[in-house]
């Protein structure tokens, strides 16, 4: 009884099958929040802190008394049908047929969709460049990766995306294949010619899916590269809390037939969400929408301007480059210019040590680092106040710099992300037995983890490859020079996990 007087708003709201155009104005996740705060209602259910009450006196004063007031739990048939309602619009919004909320993040997406996909043993062409929540879905379904390497730029560290021409061969050697999964954008803003890769596969009835995490925004101004799902995709997990204004953990599933069932896809998303979602961060997911639904592209339209301005500053600071489409040597329509790639090799200041300094004494936060510099993300929450504050610490650098080297990048090259034998899947080398073996006496063993180094973020060794010369000598040269490593257990690289044959 409670919860269908709390719920009066959305339950009035419309069917899906009924959502009229300015129905976007309308935000139904929120309006029940809103709702059952202004009635007062008292909780008897979920979560335990009772709306805020019994948060530690400390952490209430940090979020301050409505986010613990927000984070009820709605009786779950209006759950359910309340966040249907907000899916609805969403889908609409991103140009899919069917959205699902996430509240695990685009790594709970990946991992949806190749379930609901792919069975145990189908092949799956896959960009090399893949998050390791794909990893972790190759895991959980057996899928047999096919792996195709983006290419390198020659001289930078970047991947720069999969060509339409790398799928048609990967096709051609491998025609039984289910699925076509690439990462586009990638974390440095490179997108792939989605168009020309859908075209291929669609030629072949193969079904492609798209790892948008970093492109939640595509979709809303045409300075960007087209979207996923506007390029025709069949499936893409999308980051709003990453790029646009959900809440961390917020994520979206955008789907569309007729090669994807919604009804297996919906049970797949079952399978990899909290069934104690917070309800703030659902409520950003409609909030988010309503905002890129209503005001999008003028939003996009600003961001884009401050980007820019940023990069023409920052480029006239002496020592400093900003990587843009043209020094990528990609068409502009691939390359997000919202990203801010920023190069402190000609300060002689590593990208690690300016991070530091940025924050330290500046007060700048940047997304990550490395030994080149540093990425910044500019998004819609950004400011001109912001963005002058990047630049004048930028500005500020060289001046309270330490006397430091030039940096030199380790250098990993095509032919050590390319990939290796699959002796294994993924899945089988997860669970087999395995040992530490030293990485100068690992060649010719079976990879147990995968290393991947950063920059480029492209695995070297993925779970189930046969290690080679190459790959060792690659990172061995690598380590020394001071490369960063995820994925392995030990990421100094003395040791690395290969699978246990006796
Ligand atoms: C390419 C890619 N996919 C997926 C993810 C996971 O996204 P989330 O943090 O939303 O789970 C990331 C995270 O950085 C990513 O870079």
């Known amino acids: 009884m409670l919860s269908s007087v709390a719920f009066a708003p959305a339950a009035q709201a419309a069917t899906p099958a009924r959502i009229a155009p300015d129905h976007q104005k309308r935000a139904p996740i929120i309006d029940a929040l809103e709702f059952y705060s202004t009635t007062r209602t008292i909780p008897f259910s979920t979560p335990g802190h009772k709306q805020g009450a019994g948060l530690d006196s400390g952490l209430r004063k940090l979020l301050g008394s409505q986010f613990g007031a927000a984070d009820i739990w709605l009786n779950t048939a209006d759950h359910d049908r309340t966040v249907r309602l907000a899916e609805d619009l969403a889908a609409r919004t991103w140009g899919a047929e069917r959205s699902f909320f996430l509240v695990n993040g685009s790594s709970s997406g990946n991992q949806a969709f190749l379930l609901a996909n792919v069975a145990p043993g189908d092949e799956v062409i896959v960009g090399r460049d893949l998050h390791q929540s794909f990893l972790a879905a190759l895991i959980l379904t057996g899928a047999r990766p096919v792996y195709v390497a983006p290419r390198l730029h020659p001289s930078l560290q970047v991947g720069l995306g999969v ?268 669970f087999a037995p395995s040992r530490a073996v030293s990485l100068a006496l690992a060649v010719g063993e079976v990879a147990a983890e995968a290393v991947i180094p950063y920059p480029p973020g ?31 257990a030990d990421t100094t690289l003395q040791t690395v996990r290969v699978v246990r044959t006796s």
């Open 458 to 488: 492209i695995p070297v060794l993925t779970p189930g490859e046969v290690i080679s010369a190459v790959k060792v000598d690659c990172l061995r040269e690598g380590i020394a020079a001071g490369m960063h490593v995820r994925g392995a």
């Open 163 to 430: 060509t339409a021409q790398d799928i048609v061969s990967a096709l051609d050697a491998h025609p039984a294949a289910k699925l076509v999964a690439l990462t586009s954008p990638t974390y440095w803003g490179v997108a792939s010619n989605l168009g020309e890769i859908v075209a291929a596969a669609r030629g072949r009835d193969v079904t492609v899916y798209v790892d948008e995490a970093w492109g939640p925004h595509l979709g809303f101004h045409p300075c960007l590269p087209p979207s996923a799902m506007a390029s025709g995709v069949d499936g893409a997990v999308t980051s709003p809390h990453k790029l646009l204004t959900g809440l961390s953990q917020a994520a979206l599933l955008n789907i569309r037939g007729p090669r994807v069932d919604a009804a297996r896809v919906a049970g797949a998303v079952k399978l990899t969400q909290t069934t104690s979602p917070l309800m703030p961060v659902l409520a950003s997911l409609d909030g988010c929408r309503r905002q890129m639904a209503l005001d999008g592209r003028r939003l996009l339209e600003r961001t884009i301007q401050l980007a820019e301005e940023a990069r023409r500053a920052l480029r006239r600071l002496p020592g400093i480059d900003v990587l843009d489409a043209s020094s990528l040597g990609i068409p502009a329509e691939q390359y997000d210019p919202t990203r801010l790639v920023i190069d402190f090799q000609g300060l002689g200041l590593t990208g690690y040590v300016a991070e530091r300094l940025l924050r330290e004494q500046f007060q700048i936060a940047p997304e990550m680092s490395d030994r080149a510099g540093i990425v910044c993300l500019v998004t819609v929450g950004d400011t001109p106040d912001s963005i002058q504050r990047l630049v004048r610490a930028v500005a500020s650098l060289p001046r309270c710099a330490m006397p430091q080297r030039a940096a030199i990048c380790p250098r990993v090259t095509g032919e050590a992300i390319a990939p290796g034998e699959q002796a294994m899947t993924p899945r089988e080398a997860y």
